[in-house]
C-alpha cells in the first residue's frame, strides 16, 4: 500500500522547508535509511532519509519550493500503484477547516492522469507571462529636458555670438533651450546657462527576491520578541586598557589565537554565575532560573544570522572557547549547523565592534531574558586621579526583559562585567588560559 513521506520537522522554530535537492526521480526505488532529498530549514540544509521503502510515485515539493510542515513530500509505494486516492483524501482533510461557508480557493494540486508529478495550477495563465514583464520592466521616467535645438539636419539654431560664447565656454549648445525667435539660442541663453541645472534621463527599477526560510524566522521570533518581551536598555562604558595587555600577553603563549569576543563570552559567563536572575526564562507562570550557562554567540551568513550555543561557557578556558566559536562560525558559513549546535541558548551576546560600530542595541534572542550588545574598541580622553590621559573604551549595551529583569538586577549584571573586563586578573588563572 502507498505511504505518504510529510515534511518533517527538522527544528523547533521550523514551520515550512524548501527542497533545495532531491537525489531520487519518479520511478526509483527507495530503500530504508536511503538519502532521498536535501531539505533547507530556517537554518541550515539537511538531509532527509527515508523511513518507508517502495517505489518513489510521487513528488509533491519541486526543486526550490516551499511547503508547509506535515504537508505531502512523496509517495511511495508499489510499482503502478494509483496515488490519486491518497492525494484527494489529503485535499479533503485540509479543505474540512475551511468549509464553514467560507469560498474556497482552488485546490492547489491537481494530479495528472498518469499517477505521477502532480501540476499546480495557476489562475490566469495567460495573463501571467504578461504580468511578469510589467513586473520586470523598469519605468522610464522622462526628466524635463529642454527641448533640443539641434535640428535634423544637425545644425543647431544659434546666433554667431552665442555659439562662440558657448565654445569658450565649453558648453553643449545643443543641450540649450533658446529663447529667441523659433527656439534660436542667443547671447543671454548662454550667460543664464546653469550646468548643474542640466536634467538627464534617469529609470527606475528594483529586484524581487524570494524570502529564505532562515530570514522568514528571523522575522518571526524577532518581531514575536520585540513585541512581547518589554524591552529596556542599560549602557556602560568599559576601560580596555588592562584588557588590550592582557589579552597580548595571552597570545603570545596561547596555543590558539585569543579574540576579544573569546573574553567577553568568558566574562559574561562568569558574570552569569555571579547573576542568575540574568540568566533565566519567561514561561508564564513561572520563572526558570537555569543553573548551567550557555551563551549563544550571534553569527552573521550570507542570508541572515545564526546564534550558535557555547555549553557551559563558565567551565571552559579561553582557547576552548576560541576553537569552538571558529568550528562553529565555519559551519554556519558552510549551513552544516545541526540542531544540537543552536539549542539551548540561556544568554546571547551580539558583537559589531569588528565592523567599526561604537554602540547598539540588539533584539532579545527568545527565550533569553537578556541580551549584551558589543560595541568596537575607541580612543578616548579619559579622566584619571583627577588627570586628562588617553584611552581606550568599549560601549556594551544589555537588552532586558523587564517581566524578568528589573533595572537593578541588570545594572548590578553590568558592574560585575565590567570588572572582570577592567581588571583581568580577577578573571583570568592559569587554568583558564
Request: aromatic share 6%.
Amino acid at each position: 500500500m502507498a505511504e505518504i513521506i510529510r515534511m518533517p520537522k527538522l527544528s523547533d522554530t521550523m514551520t515550512e522547508g524548501v527542497v533545495s535537492q532531491w537525489h531520487k526521480k519518479i520511478g526509483d526505488t527507495v530503500k530504508n535509511g536511503e538519502l532521498l532529498a536535501d531539505i533547507e530549514t530556517d537554518k541550515a540544509t539537511m538531509e532527509f532519509e527515508s523511513f518507508q521503502e517502495g517505489v518513489l510515485l510521487y513528488i509533491g515539493v519541486d526543486k526550490g519550493k516551499a511547503a508547509p510542515v506535515d504537508s505531502i513530500l512523496a509517495i511511495v509505494g508499489k510499482k503502478g500503484e494509483d496515488v490519486n486516492p491518497l492525494i484527494e483524501s489529503e485535499k479533503k482533510k485540509a479543505a474540512a477547516p475551511a468549509s464553514n461557508g467560507a469560498t474556497q480557493s482552488p485546490s492547489p494540486e491537481t494530479a495528472k492522469s498518469d499517477g505521477g508529478r502532480v501540476e499546480t495550477p495557476k489562475a490566469d495563465a495567460a495573463k501571467a507571462p504578461q504580468a511578469e514583464k510589467a513586473a520586470e520592466a523598469p519605468a522610464q521616467v522622462n526628466a524635463a529636458i529642454p527641448n533640443s535645438t539641434m535640428p535634423e539636419n544637425g545644425r543647431s539654431k544659434a546666433s554667431p555670438l552665442a555659439k562662440r560664447l558657448a565654445i569658450e565656454r565649453h558648453i553643449n549648445i545643443g543641450s540649450i533651450r533658446g529663447s529667441g525667435d523659433g527656439g534660436r539660442v542667443i547671447k543671454r541663453d548662454i550667460e543664464g546657462f546653469a550646468p548643474g541645472a542640466m536634467t538627464v534621463q534617469a529609470t527606475e527599477g528594483y529586484t524581487d527576491e524570494p524570502v529564505s526560510q532562515m530570514r522568514k524566522t528571523i522575522a518571526k521570533r524577532l518581531s514575536e520578541s520585540k513585541f512581547t518581551a518589554p524591552h529596556f536598555y542599560l549602557t556602560m562604558e568599559i576601560e580596555m586598557d588592562e584588557m588590550m595587555k592582557a589579552r597580548e600577553a595571552i597570545n603570545a603563549v596561547a596555543s590558539v589565537k585569543i579574540s576579544f569576543n573569546d573574553i567577553i563570552v568568558k566574562a559574561a559567563a562568569q558574570a552569569l554565575r555571579e547573576h542568575p536572575g540574568v540568566n533565566a526564562t519567561w514561561r508564564g507562570d513561572t520563572i526558570r532560573y537555569y543553573k548551567h550557562i550557555h551563551i549563544g554567540v550571534a553569527v552573521a551568513v550570507s542570508e541572515g544570522l545564526l546564534v550558535p550555543v557555547i555549553r557551559f561557557a563558565d567551565t571552559k578556558t579561553l582557547s576552548q572557547i576560541s576553537q569552538q566559536t571558529k568550528d562553529f562560525t565555519q559551519k554556519a558559513k558552510d549551513k552544516k549547523l545541526q540542531p544540537a549546535d543552536w539549542e539551548g541558548n540561556t544568554f546571547t551576546i551580539s558583537n559589531l565592534g569588528m565592523f567599526g560600530i561604537d554602540e547598539f542595541t540588539a533584539i532579545i534572542n527568545p527565550p533569553d531574558s537578556c541580551i549584551m550588545a558589543i560595541g568596537g574598541i575607541r580612543g578616548a580622553a579619559l579622566v584619571r586621579n583627577g588627570q586628562l590621559v588617553p584611552g581606550n573604551i568599549m560601549k556594551v549595551t544589555l537588552s532586558c526583559d523587564h517581566r524578568i529583569v528589573d533595572g537593578v538586577t541588570g545594572s548590578k549584571f553590568l558592574q560585575t562585567f565590567r570588572k572582570y573586563m577592567e581588571y583581568p586578573v580577577l578573571l583570568f588563572g592559569i587554568n583558564s588560559i
